[in-house]
Each structure stands twice: as structure tokens, then as C-alpha cells.
């Protein structure tokens, strides 16, 4: 049985003052489980957004260590955590801006052997990775257990947004059917923030039941001209990952008649 604390009480007063939350939302947030996996440019708005926002438990899996070079985005971290674990960093920050929140750090590398132990008994995903090797992974395992997974993604000044939720959506390799060439690419610490921040949006919102999440459209930003664009994805009937699930899925096929 889940409650509120004083101290909760007073953190979260001003959104729990927004129509249709109150109390009932705030110890329904209190009751889930989010699994966020990457600590770096859009883990960190994510991680530090569901924190303050007082989800109940979150767990931030990375196996990678801080350099020099991530501190102009991964607010979770600082100079002082150089060679540290990101998760562990990830988990000390977090701690300090919401003691009420269960943090779990998981400082390994996320494979198709772990992320049975890694997810288990998850509300939701939030995809925060920068490659698609273990984003299909991931992919694979929300298709599975019927997951939702909220996608994030940037480059320079640009970044991507959707909700995927098998079977009403297309999933993550309907939308990229194969992985693009690895790379060091450019990237702005204000880009992140604003994906992570929409991605801890979509998150909160399928929490909390309350709004519509971004399902079957696909979000862009382009930060340098301040525009978003949507663009309808749809579910790949050849897709390698899903279409043999799809079969005799009721919902599909009646999607398709219509």
C-alpha cells in the first residue's frame, strides 16, 4: 500500500494541483517501475525529470565510465566522477534530488542474456541508448512481454521522439530496418535536454494515464530553426522482428481491414 509522506506532499503540491491529477495520480506515479536505460545526454533530463516528478522506482542501466567529453550534455554527472560508472554516478545524483525514490543502479552492459533479470517487472521503457545493437535488443524484448517503449534519439541540433507499443504500433525496426553505420557524431547538451525532457513526458503521461502519448507518428525536431514535424510510421508487414508475431493478432488484423 503506497502513501505520501509530508515531505512528498509538499514536493509534488504544484503538479498535483494540475486537472485531472490530485493525490490519485501523484501515489499511482508512486507505484511504478521505469527502467531507463543509458545514463548519458538524454538518460540523464530523463532520469532527473521522473525523479522530481516521484516515480517509485527507477532503474538507469550503463555499463560505461564518465569522460571529460560527456560533460557537456550528461547533467548526472561532474569532473569529480571522471572514470566512475555512469549508473553509479546516475544513481548519487538522483538520491540527492529525491530521497523518496527507490534508485536502482545496474552498471552492466545490457544483452539478450540479462535484460530478462535487467526489465523484469517494468511498467515502461525509456530508450535512451546511441545504438541500435541494443536498441534491437530492447525492441525485442518489449515485443515479447508487450512493453511500451518511449524512443529518443539526437544529432547536432535535431532529435527524434515516438511512444512504440506492440501491437498498436509499428515497432522500433518497422521504423529503422537496419542499424545505421556507428559513428562520433555532433551534439548540442541543450539538444538532449530537450528530447530526454519529452521522452520523460510520454513517460509520465502513459504513467499517469492522463493525455495522449505520440503512437504511430514519429516527432522531429529541429532545434537550429525551432520546429517540430510529425511523420506517420507505419507497421512493416515484412518487418523482421514483428511481422511473424502480428499473425493472427486480432488487433492487427482488424487495423488492417479498416
Not at 507505484?31 to 525529470?49: E, F, Q, R, W
Not at 569532473?79 to 536502482?104: C, D, H, P, W
Not at 533479470?117 to 521503457?125: K, P, T
Not at 557524431?185 to 502519448?213: C, H, R
Request: hydrophobic content about 40%; proline content about 3%; charged content about 25%.
Amino acid at each position: 500500500m503506497f502513501n505520501l509522506i509530508n515531505d512528498e506532499l509538499e514536493m509534488y503540491k504544484r503538479q498535483m494541483m494540475l486537472s485531472g491529477w490530485g493525490k490519485e495520480k501523484q501515489l499511482l506515479l508512486k507505484s511504478k517501475t521505469v527502467l531507463v536505460i543509458g545514463a548519458g545526454g538524454l538518460g540523464s533530463p530523463v532520469s532527473i525529470n521522473l525523479t522530481v516528478a516521484g516515480v517509485g522506482e527507477i532503474r538507469i542501466c550503463d555499463f560505461d565510465v564518465i569522460e571529460m567529453s560527456n560533460l557537456n550534455r550528461q547533467l548526472l554527472h561532474n569532473k569529480q566522477r571522471i572514470g566512475m560508472k555512469k549508473a553509479l554516478s546516475a544513481k548519487q545524483t538522483l538520491e540527492a534530488y529525491n530521497e523518496n525514490v527507490k534508485i536502482t543502479a545496474i552498471p552492466e552492459k545490457l544483452t539478450s542474456d540479462n535484460i530478462k533479470d535487467i526489465a523484469e517487472n517494468v511498467d515502461i521503457i525509456v530508450d535512451c541508448l546511441d545504438n541500435f545493437d541494443t536498441r534491437y535488443i530492447v525492441n525485442e524484448y518489449a515485443l515479447n512481454k508487450r512493453i511500451p517503449v518511449v524512443y529518443g534519439s539526437v544529432w547536432g541540433y535535431d532529435g527524434r521522439l515516438t511512444f512504440i507499443h506492440y501491437p498498436e504500433t509499428p515497432c522500433l525496426q518497422c521504423i529503422f530496418e537496419e542499424a545505421p553505420a556507428k559513428e562520433t557524431f555532433p551534439i548540442l547538451g541543450a539538444t538532449a535536454s530537450v528530447i530526454g525532457s519529452l521522452q520523460a513526458m510520454e513517460t509520465i503521461k502513459y504513467l499517469t494515464k492522463i493525455g495522449e502519448n505520440i503512437t504511430n507518428k514519429l516527432l522531429v525536431w529541429d532545434g537550429a530553426q525551432m520546429s517540430f514535424k510529425k511523420f506517420k510510421i507505419s507497421i512493416n508487414d515484412n518487418c523482421i522482428a514483428c511481422s511473424t508475431k502480428r499473425k493472427g493478432n486480432y488487433l492487427y488484423e482488424r487495423n488492417a481491414i479498416s
